[in-house]
Every structure is written in C-alpha cells, then in structure tokens.
C-alpha cells in the first residue's frame, strides 16, 4: 500500500474518476480503507452493491494508447480463466471502462476480501505462523494455476537472456517447463484464510516461479523462508533453477534501481547459491 500521490491534481483526478465509476456501477463506498498504488496509478476502496453485498471497487488509470494489454486485461483474464478458485481468488463482478481527457481509467468491482493481508509490505518483516492447512491450500490452489492453458506471458525468454547473466552472474538456466503463474505471488498478495489477490501479472513462467518469488520476500525471515522451500520441494532441485534465477535477477534489478534494499544481502547470497548449483 502506497501513500497518496504527491501531486494534489492526480489525487483529486482520481478521487473523481473513482466516484464517478461507483456512480456507473450503482455501488456506495465506504469511508476508510482507501488503498492507494504506485504513483496514484491505482484507487481502490471497500464498497456495497446496491443489494448490500460488500465489495471492492479498484480504479486504474493509464494513457489511453497504453490502456491494452497484459496488465490493462489481468483481471478479467483471471476471472475468465479460474473464476472464484475454490473460493481462493476474489470473484470480479463487474468492468466500468472510461476515457477523460487522453487518459483511460478501468473500474474493476470485485468481491471484497474482509481479511487483512499478512503483510502490509512485499517484504515480510515479521514471523508467521500459519497452519499446514494453509500450506495445503496454497500448494494446491498453486497447482491449478499452474495447469491452466493460457497465451499470456509473465516472463519472456529474452528477459531471462540479458538479467540472469548481469544480476546472477550465470548463463540463463535452460527452462525445461513453462507453466502458468500468479507472478506476483508476495505477502501482500496474500490472506487467511487464502485468498489469493492482485491478478495484474499472470501468465506463463517457468515452472517454480510463484514459489521462487514468495521465499525471495521471506528472506528475512529464515523459518518463514525454510517454510517455503519445505512447502515446494522444486526450490533448491534442478528444475527449478530457471524460476530462482529469474526471481533473484528481477529483485536485484530493483535493487539497482534503489528499491528492495533491504533484501540486497540475502539476495547476494542467493545468487551465490544459485552460482554454486
């Protein structure tokens, strides 16, 4: 979650657009909760249809010749694709698109998720203790992503190509399977009871990359970090080093850019590990 964005006219714009869309959609916000992303490119904030049922109404905005694609699509792909997940993924209600002055704005009203995420950073700075049960869940809703069929690219091979060499110091790790991945798969993202949330992403990876990206935030926490690997034994086994590679070179990356610092040492020593192997 991210603070307001400093420019007073592209909150007051999304505040705006954000109203007028509840409007279309005959749905009523409720005061706190407002979730902001990065820059104010996303507003979101718990609401109710009009017959009462709680929901989350998220404004995104972008250029309108950039309002297309992977991200622009991600939900409602998602929903297509896997529905409601078992009950694991928030169920998308309704699309309300709108353009204003150049700029696109997509209202994605969802079902509201009451439980708080397990982390309010990427990062998880705190210890866990969640039960097997939730493991279970997680692995097993994990699967199903996986074996979904999809022409949607969360990694590219040319990607892999250029950062794994630079930022891991390794040749790109042959892929030998390509599967379907939540992509963004961190703390943040994440519930109790599971729910799975922030679909933007979702595509093919290689296989292992939602669990190589959720132990590259556990980092700092060396149980919850054990926990991932025991969870999924593809971590650390040579199918999975393409997935590790690729994780690690992309939060190194960020790291180079000035963010994620606290995650620079463990990182270096992953990438040593993933040298070793």
Same mark, same amino acid.
């Given at each position: 979650?991210?603070?307001?964005?400093?420019?007073?006219?592209?909150? @007051?714009?999304?505040?705006?657009?954000?109203?007028?869309?509840?409007?279309?959609?005959?749905?009523?916000?409720?005061?706190?909760?407002?979730?902001?992303?990065?820059?104010?490119?996303?507003?979101?904030?718990?609401?109710?249809?009009?017959?009462?049922?709680?929901?989350?109404?998220?404004?995104?905005?972008?250029?309108?010749?950039?309002?297309?694609?992977?991200?622009?699509?991600?939900?409602?792909?998602?929903?297509?694709?896997?529905?409601?997940?078992?009950?694991?993924?928030?169920?998308?209600?309704?699309?309300?698109?709108?353009?204003?002055?150049?700029?696109?704005?997509?209202?994605?009203?969802?079902?509201?998720?009451?439980?708080?995420?397990?982390?309010?950073?990427?990062?998880?700075?705190?210890?866990?203790?969640?039960?097997?049960?939730?493991?279970?869940?997680?692995?097993?809703?994990?699967?199903?992503?996986?074996?979904?069929?999809?022409?949607?690219? *969360?990694?590219?091979? @040319?990607?892999?190509?250029?950062?794994?060499?630079?930022?891991?110091?390794?040749?790109?790790?042959?892929?030998?399977?390509?599967?379907?991945?939540?992509?963004?798969?961190?703390?943040?993202?994440?519930?109790?009871?599971?729910?799975?949330?922030?679909?933007?992403?979702?595509?093919?990876?290689?296989?292992?990359?939602?669990?190589?990206?959720?132990?590259?935030?556990?980092?700092?926490?060396?149980?919850?970090?054990?926990?991932?690997?025991?969870?999924?034994?593809?971590?650390?086994?040579? *199918?999975?080093? *393409?997935?590790?590679?690729?994780?690690?070179? @992309?939060?190194? @990356?960020?790291?180079?850019?000035?963010?994620?610092?606290?995650?620079?040492?463990?990182?270096?020593?992953? *990438?040593?590990?993933?040298?070793?192997?």
């Amino acid at each position: 979650m991210y603070s307001p964005p400093p420019d007073p006219d592209t909150e @007051q714009r999304m505040r705006t657009h954000h109203a007028r869309a509840a409007k279309a959609l005959d749905v009523q916000t409720e005061p706190g909760g407002e979730f902001w992303g990065w820059a104010g490119r996303t507003l979101g904030a718990p609401a109710r249809t009009a017959a009462g049922a709680p929901a989350w109404l998220r404004l995104v905005s972008a250029p309108e010749a950039k309002a297309s694609g992977k991200l622009w699509d991600g939900a409602m792909d998602a929903q297509h694709a896997f529905g409601d997940l078992d009950g694991h993924r928030p169920e998308l209600l309704a699309v309300h698109d709108a353009v204003d002055d150049g700029t696109a704005y997509r209202a994605e009203l969802s079902a509201r998720v009451d439980q708080p995420v397990l982390s309010g950073d990427p990062i998880l700075q705190h210890d866990l203790q969640l039960p097997g049960s939730w493991w279970a869940d997680l692995t097993k809703t994990l699967e199903k992503v996986s074996a979904t069929v999809t022409d949607r690219v *969360a990694v590219r091979q @040319q990607y892999m190509n250029r950062a794994i060499p630079e930022f891991v110091g390794i040749p790109a790790p042959a892929v030998t399977c390509w599967t379907t991945a939540h992509a963004d798969l961190h703390w943040a993202n994440l519930t109790e009871p599971l729910r799975l949330l922030d679909w933007e992403g979702w595509g093919q990876a290689p296989e292992g990359f939602d669990a190589a990206m959720l132990y590259a935030y556990s980092l700092r926490q060396e149980d919850v970090a054990t926990r991932v690997r025991d969870a999924f034994p593809i971590l650390g086994s040579p *199918a999975g080093l *393409a997935a590790e590679a690729t994780v690690c070179a @992309q939060l190194l @990356q960020t790291v180079a850019r000035g963010d994620n610092l606290v995650l620079e040492g463990p990182l270096r020593n992953w *990438a040593e590990e993933l040298r070793r192997r």
